[in-house]
């Protein structure tokens, strides 16, 4: 599990370099706001969250959403504090007049295109 990377994940560079070929310019992790979005457009106040299925706990019955089967107190617990942290950061953001997107591995994989046009549509609304 030390080995898995927390930014530049491929679900990750996959979005950034498709909107990075559409013209978009954008931050990565950026360090000045809560919980380091891994993607936001500064004058937009648009800022993006890559979360991956399993280590953010969303329960969408995909593959990439599994339990781990080894100490399974300890990772849900680790996980149930994730998903806390994670609201933490969203509220403190949209409090501070930001507009938030969560991007899910499973929606990302399965429907690329149209998860892409989602984020082009916030970012012109």
Request: with cysteine; proline share 2%; charged share 25%.
């Amino acid at each position: 599990m030390s080995h898995i990377k927390s930014k530049d994940t491929s679900i990750e560079l996959l979005v950034r370099r498709k909107l990075f070929s559409m013209g978009y310019r954008y931050r990565v992790n950026y360090k000045a706001l809560p919980g380091k979005p891994d993607i936001v457009f500064t004058k937009k106040k648009v800022a993006i969250f890559i979360h991956g299925c399993y280590w953010h706990g969303h329960d969408c019955g995909s593959r990439y959403a599994h339990s781990s089967q080894s100490n399974k107190m300890y990772w849900g617990t680790k996980i149930e504090r994730t998903k806390q942290r994670d609201e933490k950061h969203i509220q403190a953001l949209e409090a501070d007049g930001w507009t938030v997107v969560v991007l899910w591995e499973c929606q990302i994989r399965q429907s690329f295109d149209q998860t892409v046009e989602f984020i082009v549509k916030t970012l012109s609304e």
